[in-house]
């Protein structure tokens, strides 16, 4: 008798005659035996991971909360927030049984915006949040944030930039991009305010003018893929 395993993981058998008296069928043992991606956990605030029954390894996927716009108090435009850092890591957890999870919240809009704040998986890896945004004056973008301990550590998107060309035509930069998508867009002073940050640690976009005031950034996210 051979057993096969495929590329996807499943095994069959193959049976030349019958088999020896206490022997077990391929395709009987195949039946209780799966690998690969067994479940997925998604944290979208603090808590704590618990491994299922039967995971040896898990794809982690830590990233930082967004930086919020700049939220203006008169007829000043402003730079959107920047986005947080990721890191991605492959832990072999075969003697671990839980790890404690932070997740970093977006930043608010402000004079100048906050900053995203810190996630991280236990002490295995963790990605700083997005920095707020500033007002036009400020010609550097605000920074995304950084990732340590990662097999991969990903710098988020930096916010946009605004200059200020008239009272009419003022715009707000858009909030910085992370490892999920698109920050929030940025406020027209003449149509609409900015946009909260869309993708998980995208940074919230910065003001348009009096009548088009900042917003927060997206918090950040740990995700888990579980592997037997």
Request: proline residues 1%; aromatic residues 6%.
């Amino acid at each position: 008798m051979a057993i096969t395993i495929n590329g996807s993981g499943t095994i069959t058998g193959v049976s030349a005659g019958g088999l020896p008296d206490g022997c077990v069928d391929a395709d009987t043992l195949a039946s209780g035996v799966a690998f690969g991606l067994k479940s997925i956990q998604v944290f979208t605030s603090s808590g704590t991971w618990t491994k299922p029954l039967g995971i040896t390894k898990i794809k982690v996927i830590v990233t930082g909360g967004g930086g919020g716009g700049y939220e203006d108090g008169s007829d000043r435009s402003g730079n959107g927030g920047g986005a947080g850092g990721t890191a991605i890591e492959l832990i072999d957890v075969s003697s671990v049984s839980s790890v404690s999870v932070t997740v970093g919240s977006g930043g608010s809009a402000g004079n100048p915006g906050s900053d995203g704040g810190t996630s991280s998986f236990g002490s295995y890896c963790s990605a700083s949040g997005g920095q707020g945004g500033e007002d036009n004056g400020t010609t550097a973008d605000a920074i995304g944030g950084t990732a340590t301990g990662g097999d991969i550590n990903i710098t988020g998107g930096d916010g946009d930039v605004n200059t200020h060309t008239s009272y009419v035509d003022q715009e707000g930069g858009n909030g910085g991009c992370s490892f999920w998508g698109g920050g929030g867009q940025g406020g027209s002073h003449t149509y609409t305010g900015a946009k909260t940050g869309k993708a998980y640690g995208s940074g919230g976009g910065g003001s348009g003018g009096a009548s088009a005031d900042g917003n927060s950034g997206k918090a950040g996210v740990v995700y888990i893929e579980e592997y037997a």
